[in-house]
């Protein structure tokens, strides 16, 4: 199956593209989960309530059913449990009226085994007619950037499966160092030392995003399960492919350096692009780092600013998929 996607520039043109592609697609009267990240409180760059409410009315004029709905995370925050998660929605502007749909967060999920572990995937997408990912596109520390596979692979997660991704990325020191200091200058947390011939972590900083493991030339770092983004495409993969039908919507505006649960999500990193839209979450990605590859002119703009590669995730999720990382992408007005 060949990767392929849309960029539309204006948000109007959006709105009604988006009747126009899934008018049919989701049944009439069918429940349709928009699966988005509302915002951790004091980030103002994630997905505004406003423009998550254009896409409910687009859903509700073709006769579906929306709702939004997201997963608590597992990190200490006001959205790690779902009443006080709705509640920081809430804040930002998402709520009931507001929308024009209801808004779910919920941490009730089915187990599905994968090669290196079991993942809780959350109940609500895997029930729901259709699923439209709605993935702000941004930077991210632990996988470079974020988009519509992470949305999928962390964000449709129980908590402790999200915990487990994590702690699976996490480095264990296996022998043979050269002292190079290449893990320590490519760690994004700044959490590793050189001392007495071997690198040193401080778990209590380390988000497992595996980098160290990647840096070392010597192979003397593994991480304890499996690489972070090798975990996270897993979970996407395993989710994404019992979704019922899926429509992907990556948002290219207020690109920031780090992602939507830090209340300061660092600098906007660059000019807005637009939207991109394609049947899955693969083809959204690879076209959102193509355009920005493209309208920035550099290769991998979050890579420079967080040392962790954007590509490595894409590439595990299309390998898994049985997919290339070519990407066709269409221009409409
Ligand atoms: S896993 Fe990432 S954060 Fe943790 S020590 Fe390695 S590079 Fe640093
Ligand atoms: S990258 Fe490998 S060889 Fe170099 S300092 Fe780190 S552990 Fe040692």
Redesign the pocket.
Known sequence: MKNKATLLRGEESLFERIGFELDGMFRKGAPVLVKLHMGEPGNGHAIKASFAAKIVGALSRIGCRPFLFDTPVVYSSPRNNPPEYLKAAAGNGYTEINIGAPIVVSDDHAKVKGKFMEYGIASAPLEADGVLLLSHFKGHVCSGMGGAIKNVGMGCMSKETKGAIHAG???VYTGGCTECGA?AR????G??RIEGGRPW?DVS?????????HSCEAECISPKLAPFNTLLAEAAVLAHERFRKVFAVNVMREMTQFCDCMSDPGPVLAEDIGFVFARDMLSADLASLELLKMETGREDLFMERNKVSSRRQVAEAARMMGRTTEIDIDEID
């Open positions: 990325g996490e480095p893990c490519n760690c994004p947390t959490n590793i972590f900083w380390c988000p497992g995003c595996s980098n160290c493991v």
